[in-house]
C-alpha cells in the first residue's frame, strides 16, 4: 500500500505539470466567458467508473470549485484529470473488479453556486421501506464538497410529504463551512451558531420541487 501510494503521487505529479494543448484552454475559457458569464466555475470528474450498477463512485475524483481565470482553469482541468489515479480511486476501482486501463477521465465545467447549503434527498425512506411517503434529506452547511466525505455527521431527516411531518435523525456537528472566496477558490468560516439547516419550511420547498 505504501509503495501504491507513492507511485500513484509520482503519476498524478507527471499529469498535472505537462501542458495542456493551447488550442483546448482558449476553447474552455472562451465558452466559459461567453457561455457561463465568466462567473467562477466548478472543474468536475465526468468518468466512465462511476454511478455503474453496484458502484457509485462518490467521492472518488476531485472537483475543484470557484475556479477563476485562464491559467487556474487549466491547472483545475489536469487537476481532475490526474484525480482518476487518486489512492482511494484506484483501491475502490479495484476492490469492484474494474480494469484501471479502461477508465477514462473527462470534465464536466458548470457554473458554481455559492450554496448556503448542500446535500441529498432521496424520494424514499432510507429507514423504513414500508413509509410510501416519506422522503429522506442530508445536508450539510456551505457547499456541497463535504457532502460525500462522511466524516462529520449531517444533518438529517425524514419529511412525510402527506402531513409536512418531519422526523429528526440528527444534526449536523460541522463546526464550519466552506463558501466560495471572492478571489478564486474556497475560504472555511464558522457555522450560524444555533441555527437548523432543514427547516420544515425549507424541507417542503425541496420535497415539492422533486414531487413536481
Known sequence: AAWRKRALEELRAAIVPAPLEPAVLDTLYKRVRLKLGGKGVFVRSSTNAEDLPGFNGAGLYDTVPNVRGKAALGAAVKQVWASLWNLRAVDERALFGIDHRKVYAAVMIQVGVPA?????LISTNLWDERDDDGFTINAKWGLGMRVVEGQRIPEQIIFDATNDG??????????SMLVFDPAGGIKEIAVPAGEIILTEA??????TAVQQ
Open 116 to 120: 448556503t447549503a448542500a446535500g441529498v
Open 166 to 175: 418531519t422526523r429528526i435523525i440528527s444534526r449536523a456537528d460541522d463546526a
Open 202 to 207: 425549507r424541507a417542503k420547498r425541496l420535497v
